[in-house]
């Protein structure tokens, strides 16, 4: 019997997405936040809203299965990202009060900020839209090392503002997934004035219901506008209100219309939504722009169709932000 080399057989079959432990994209898995450019992290979270389904938290684990399938390479920008920087899979937020969202906010807060102490920019998988307040809160703002202590513009695509300061709590939590796009603005994380909501639907909430966004200063561009104004000038309107400023993506599911994302939290059925090749023109639109976090939320995979297809456009969507960020590595260093 001839000899078997083990690793050069690893070598051989570790591109096949049926083998081996998964990650995201395959990655290194590696949680030294310093032995990262670029960190890919799951926030396996789902009390911060209460009042639709409870398995968000699975979306984590459904992308990495998913992930190990797709092509590394980014077409448009010509590049590996895995060549240009260091990305890795850092795992999961440890949350074991993970049914107390309000203490859950603070973990996920202080996992995020080891990665803006290191320099590492993190693109993370959740999980509710109750995430994204503490993600934030750890990278921007004046105690953060990514942005030299300025305040973020927020990239927020979502079929809901989630800005719903007139509550004083969303069925007991109070840094819930409908409130964290205005304490991040009451809290000095994130400058409304450069900032933009991409997609909300006409048909949510109550008449007025966008007020509070508006109030605080934040740029709404609904689904009624989108249609008029199309991608290029989403694009348009995103990079002239942004300028120089450092960018915070957060992208809910639910923006994507119900044929590319049935499987979300709370899917919006009788007005279009995005479609996802819209979505990904959007995002490369942003290139050459300082992306210092990113993240993706509301995945709901046991909602999700048979072959997967949420967490394929999840996954989709987490390459498009994990590749600006490492263009941008790449044109400007660290």
């Known amino acids: 019997m001839s000899e078997f080399d083990v690793e050069a057989a690893k070598k051989e079959v570790e591109r096949w997405y049926w083998w081996g432990i998964p990650t995201f994209f395959r990655s290194p898995w590696q949680e030294d936040p310093a032995q990262s450019d670029i ?19 699975l979306g984590p684990r459904a992308v990495r299965n998913v992930s190990a399938q797709y092509r590394r390479g980014h077409g448009r920008f010509n590049m590996i990202p895995w060549d240009v920087c260091r990305i ?4 999961d937020v440890p949350l074991p009060e993970a049914m ?10 202080a996992f995020a900020k080891r990665f803006d102490q290191a320099g590492t920019r993190l693109v993370s998988m959740g999980g509710d839209h109750a995430v994204t307040g503490p993600l934030v809160k750890a990278v921007a703002g004046k105690h953060s090392r ?25 069925l ?3 840094r819930s997934a409908a409130h964290w796009a205005s304490y991040l603005v009451e809290e000095g994380h994130v400058d409304p004035h450069r900032s933009t909501q991409v997609g909300i639907r006409p048909n949510v909430g109550t008449p007025g219901s966008r007020n509070t966004s508006e109030e605080l200063g934040y740029r709404i561009i609904g689904m009624d506008e989108y249609e008029e104004i199309g991608p290029r000038g989403v694009i348009e309107a995103l990079r002239q209100r942004i300028g120089d400023a450092p960018i915070y993506i957060t992208f809910d599911l639910d923006s994507l219309d119900p044929v590319d994302a049935p499987g979300v939290s709370n899917l919006e059925p009788g007005y279009p939504g995005i479609r996802i090749g819209d979505a990904v023109r959007m995002l490369q ?15 709901m995979p046991t909602k999700d169709n048979p072959n997967n297809i949420t967490s394929m456009n999840a996954m989709v969507v987490m390459f498009e932000l994990l590749s600006l960020m490492a263009d941008y590595i790449a044109a400007n260093g660290k």
């Open 39 to 57: 960190a890919l992290i799951g926030v396996p979270h789902s009390s911060g809203n209460g009042s639709t389904e409870r398995d968000q938290h």
């Open 88 to 91: 890795n899979d850092a795992g």
């Open 100 to 109: 107390v969202n309000d203490i859950c906010v603070e973990h996920i807060e």
């Open 146 to 170: 990514l942005t030299r202590g300025e305040k973020v513009a927020l990239v927020h695509f979502d079929s809901h503002t989630d800005s719903y300061n007139h509550l004083p709590h969303w």
């Open 172 to 174: 007991g939590n109070r």
């Open 285 to 299: 639109g942003l290139r050459g722009l300082n992306v210092v976090g990113a993240d993706v939320v509301c995945l």
